[in-house]
């Protein structure tokens, strides 16, 4: 699952939760997603059957019960 605009800035006022934090709530419910947080300005080229990230932003990896795990551009998936 993609979360597009991935940030986890928390502007000032703002009494809601961060978008990490939504996150780990969703995968409390279903461990069986991978969530890749996909900054905006970033993108995922699908070719040839791989997935190559672009984009000058930090993508995040979410999964149930692990730390995020930061992805730079050319990352293959």
């Known amino acids: ?4 605009h991935f940030t986890n800035a928390l502007p000032e006022g ?6 990490e934090q939504r996150i780990r709530e969703l995968l ?3 461990p069986e997603l ?3 947080g996909l900054p ?4 995922i ?3 040839k059957g791989h997935a190559t990230l672009g984009g000058p932003n930090t993508t995040y ?7 995020a795990v930061p992805l730079e551009a050319g ?3």
Not at 14 to 19: I, N, P, S, V
Not at 40 to 43: C, S, V
Not at 61 to 67: D, L, M, Q, R, T
């Open 61 to 67: 990896v979410f999964k149930a019960g692990e730390e």
């Open 40 to 43: 905006e300005g970033n993108w």
């Open 1 to 4: 699952q993609i979360n597009p």
């Open 75 to 77: 990352h293959r998936f």
């Open 45 to 47: 080229t699908v070719s």
């Open 14 to 19: 703002h009494k809601g939760e961060t978008r």
């Open 28 to 30: 409390v419910v279903a």
């Open 34 to 36: 991978t969530i890749i």
